[in-house]
């Protein structure tokens, strides 16, 4: 091949000494030395040679060392950037663990016990600060043991006879409400040292199961369940759903497993429970809010709908024979025991809640006439600004066949959409 020019690279053949004098002159040292020899100055480091050929063996070596220095340099910012790459990778696995076993705390899904370790904990605790003796902290282990063996809850965060407290009340009052439609005996239930936290789900099943036993419509579907069952029994009955068939997604969400644990449910574990006992009902979703600054009116108006059909007549107190539904919402759930339309037409829902205590509850048996006590229940419309909620609502009972196939639908289950 001719030989290339050291400074563009360009063939030059025989007349490289020309092509350089003549493009790149400016370039080299002076034209001669004292001696008549030609010199060429490097145009990297300005040293002499006395022959064009070794300036360009001399050049390319000031290349070859550019481009391994470059090739250093690109090679270890790779490195180095490989290295960040792997820490922030590193950090956010770290962050997304963390952010899970804080879930799974905050569901009761982080393996940490369940009713009975909690509630023996809560006593332990109380024994410690002097607010329990050790004789009451015994007495009250060997009651709660009792109350796991057999399965039945001990009623002793129950609170009856508020419905008929209630019914008394808007027979005498006569202010704003034009009429009241009420569930028929249902037993407030509240958390307890064992449940505190993440057992409204289970306290508002056994609100819901209370007015059904009294109920004689529901007996044949309930004969197994007499009693009110507690909590850890639930958390079996929800697994013996899931067992037949029920709702494989939700199973698969706890790891088929509720027993021993303090994992929260919501209505879809409502849903799947009621409807493995037979009992027919159905999970709505209000999705979003249908009126101004966040609130559901169509919420309220479709629970109006539910107390109000078939009860059409002129009374202003109807005590119906529907049963409470099951509300739901992020983080915690009540249940409705009953609606208020005013004279002006505007609505109240009647709640109970699990985070209120026996004392709450006792003040309206003995509700005075102002009606104070009723704070404790009443939720307007402007009350209920969560994004969404959903509602389980009893409407009947199944057959062995209609419960097969709402046991095969509940496998592709969606909830009901309220526009």
Not at 92 to 101: G, H, L, N, Q, Y
Not at 213 to 221: G, H, K, P, V, W
Not at 391 to 403: M, W
Request: glycine residues 8%; charged residues 25%; hydrophobic residues 30%.
């Amino acid at each position: 091949a001719p030989p290339e020019c050291p400074f563009c690279g360009e063939a030059a053949g025989k007349e490289l000494e020309e092509h350089v004098r003549a493009r790149h002159g400016h370039l080299l040292g002076a034209p001669g030395t004292g001696n008549g020899e030609q010199l060429y100055e490097c145009p990297m480091c300005s040293l002499t040679c006395t022959n064009i050929q070794i300036l360009k063996e001399h050049v390319d070596l000031h290349l070859e060392e550019h481009n391994f220095s470059e090739g250093i340099d690109l090679e270890l910012a790779q490195q180095l950037q490989t290295e960040e790459d792997e820490r922030q990778r590193s950090e956010e696995e770290k962050r997304e663990r963390e952010e899970f076993k804080k879930l799974q705390r905050q569901y009761g899904l982080d393996n940490s016990g369940g009713f009975k370790q909690q509630f023996l904990k809560n006593m332990e605790r109380e024994v410690d600060r002097g607010r329990m003796q050790p004789f009451e902290y015994h007495k009250r282990k060997a009651d709660m043991m009792e109350s796991l063996a057999c399965g039945i809850d001990d009623g002793k965060t129950k609170t009856s006879g508020v419905i008929e407290a209630l019914c008394k009340y808007y027979q005498n009052e006569n202010k704003d409400v034009r009429r009241v439609w009420l569930s028929a005996g249902v037993d407030h239930f509240h958390s307890s040292l064992g449940d505190r936290g993440w057992g409204c789900g289970y306290r508002n099943f056994q609100m819901l199961l209370s007015s059904l036993l009294q109920n004689s419509f529901y007996n044949d579907c309930l004969r197994d369940t007499t009693l009110i069952p507690s909590i850890p029994k639930i958390q079996s009955m929800i697994e013996d759903a899931w067992r037949e068939g029920f709702d494989p997604q939700g199973a698969s969400h706890f790891n088929n497993r509720l027993h021993g644990s303090k994992a929260w449910i919501g209505a879809c574990e409502i849903y799947s429970l009621l409807t493995s006992l037979r009992i027919k009902c159905q999970i709505i979703d209000f999705h979003k809010p249908t009126g101004p600054m966040g609130t559901h009116p169509r919420l309220f108006e479709w629970i109006l709908e539910y107390y109000s059909t078939g009860n059409e007549g002129g009374a202003k107190v109807v005590c119906t024979s529907k049963p409470p539904i099951y509300l739901q919402h992020q983080g915690h759930s009540r249940t409705v025991v009953g609606i208020e339309e005013k004279k002006n037409k505007s609505l109240c829902l009647l709640l109970f809640d699990p985070g209120c205590s026996s004392q709450q509850m006792q003040k309206l048996l003995k509700q005075n006439s102002d009606g104070t006590g009723l704070r404790l229940l009443r939720k307007f419309v402007g009350s209920l600004k969560e994004k969404q909620y959903q509602i389980v609502a009893v409407d009947g009972v199944l057959s062995l066949e209609e419960k097969a196939a709402c046991c095969h639908a509940s496998q592709v289950l969606t909830s009901e959409k309220i526009p």
